[in-house]
């Protein structure tokens, strides 16, 4: 038990490392003490390009997740996450989460034995660093969309009031609230720094993901390619991309409750499961060592496997 203290007390303090004693925490802790002015949207800018998970102190495990092919994916959700986080550190978190979730379940022994346990328990504590990234991802995409079709409408009155497109950016990145004033902030500090306006713009809708991003980056390109009223554009898109957003709204609090009963349907046999076991300790363990309960048992979590995706694919509406 003290061992697997200390080498808790290891890896955590390894994480609360990184971010201080690395290149990309001392650029934003530079960035950080410049209020305004556009050199701290540059410093910025290049702290998020440092945040790429590059430290050389744990090359090895960067190396396990270049293997699997994982870093790019990782990257891309700490980047739409916008948590400032290294791939590296997100490995480690993983690292240590599943450790915490071995010991929690070496000692609970909520399942028919402690390694059982340990392992079940371990992989799902490995996934919390992944869902708070997922929580984080969606809580920041569906912020960026409710604010997004007033960017549009500021875009507009700044053209017309004879601004160019790159300093009506600018003003946006100025006068908006997060998570929009961070990422058009980006996109005016990359084409300030030399890059194309529109490979800025392609990078906007690929951190963004949605829909209306897309309509957005593809009208700026084809007006600049085409001509015509960017203005006109603007407004129209901002009008029906705030009726959608109501449509959208009206579809999930209509498909609430069908939402919740897939996932109350689906966790419920694994919570009973696990509190009968806690209660009466080996009454499911003539079940696990048997071979036909052992069949059962799969294909009861394959079939609750297969009714939550049937579940979801039906209240999943594409607006």
Sequence with gaps: FIVFVLIF???VGGVL?????????????????LETGPAADTIRF??????????KGLANLKKVLDRLSLTGKISKLLVQAGVGWSVTRFGLSSVVSALLGGWVGLMTQMAVNPELSALLLGSVF????????RFRRKKRIAAFEEQFPESLEF????????HAFSMSLDLLARESPEPLASEFRRVYSEQNLGSPIEEALRNLAERVPLVDVGFFVSAVLLQRETG???????????????ERFRLKGHVNATSASARMTGIILTLMPVGLAFLLNVVNPGYL???VEDDLGQKLIVGAVVAQIIGYLIIKRIVDIKV
Aim: glycine share 10%.
């Design 46 to 55: 290049e702290a998020d390009l440092l945040g790429t998970g590059d430290e």
């Design 155 to 162: 875009l507009s009155r700044a053209l017309r009031a004879g």
């Design 126 to 133: 490995a996934m919390v660093p992944f869902g708070y990234l």
């Design 228 to 242: 015509g009223n960017l203005t006109e554009i603007l407004d129209n898109l901002a009008f029906i991309i705030r």
């Design 285 to 287: 363990e003539t079940m």
């Design 17 to 33: 490392a990184f971010d201080k004693y690395s290149g990309r925490g001392r650029v934003k802790k530079f960035a950080s003490a």
């Design 9 to 11: 007390a290891l890896l």
